[in-house]
Each structure stands twice: as structure tokens, then as C-alpha cells.
């Protein structure tokens, strides 16, 4: 599956943002879309992932409550809803996909910036 990941930009601390990630290639209700960032300086983790068909949600600590993940199976994208960010929200964000069962993520988008400013 390809994805692109698009959406990402500057924004103030507070504001919101809405990151879209569209895929093709694959039968994309079947797969386990992620979320994930990588922080100037840090390793790449994880945000957020959603269940094939968007039964299943999961969070990282950091954003819960801030962050909402959703996708459209008919549009074959999914979505990452942002609000009350934070200046530690900035880095590059990827989405992934994976076969349910696989441990891993097989397939990456080439990121997006986001960028917290004070």
C-alpha cells in the first residue's frame, strides 16, 4: 500500500490541526492505520492507531484526550484531529499501515511537519 500524508504545518500553541493521510494499492478497510511523530532530536513513536474498520482506537499517553483518529473507508484516508496542541506536539508525522496480527508496520507515508509555536 502507498500512503501521503499531508495537512501539516505551523500553528500556534492551543490551536488545532487536522492531518490526512490517503492510501491506495491495498483493501484499505482491512488494514490497522497508524499515527506516529518524530520530535526534533528524538526517536520516531507512536500516536495513535485505528482498526480497520474504526472499531478499535489506541492512544498514546501524550495525547489522549487532545488527539482524535478517524478514517473513511469510501475515501480510503485516514485522519489524525489535533487540538490543544503543544509546543512538544511538533515533529514529522507519518502514517502506517499493517496487516492486522503483523507486529510490525509495513507501509509509511513520507511524513508531514507540524510545527508548535509559542
Known amino acids: 500500500v502507498q500512503l501521503q500524508a499531508y495537512g501539516g504545518g505551523l500553528v500556534q500553541a492551543g490551536g488545532s490541526l487536522r492531518l490526512s493521510c490517503a492510501a491506495s494499492g491495498r483493501t484499505f478497510s482491512t488494514l490497522i492505520m497508524g499515527w506516529f511523530r518524530q520530535p526534533p532530536g528524538k526517536e520516531r513513536e507512536f500516536v495513535a492507531h485505528i482498526s480497520g474498520y474504526g472499531g478499535i482506537t489506541t492512544y498514546a499517553d501524550s495525547v489522549k484526550g487532545r488527539f482524535f483518529v478517524s478514517r473513511d473507508n469510501a475515501k480510503n484516508t485516514v485522519y489524525l484531529d489535533m487540538s490543544s496542541l503543544k509546543l512538544d506536539d511538533t515533529g514529522v508525522y507519518y502514517c502506517?499501515?499493517?496487516?492486522?496480527?503483523?507486529?510490525?508496520?509495513?507501509?509509511w507515508g513520507q511524513g508531514t511537519q507540524v510545527t508548535v509555536s509559542s
Open positions: 502506517a499501515a499493517k496487516i492486522p496480527f503483523n507486529a510490525e508496520y509495513g507501509s
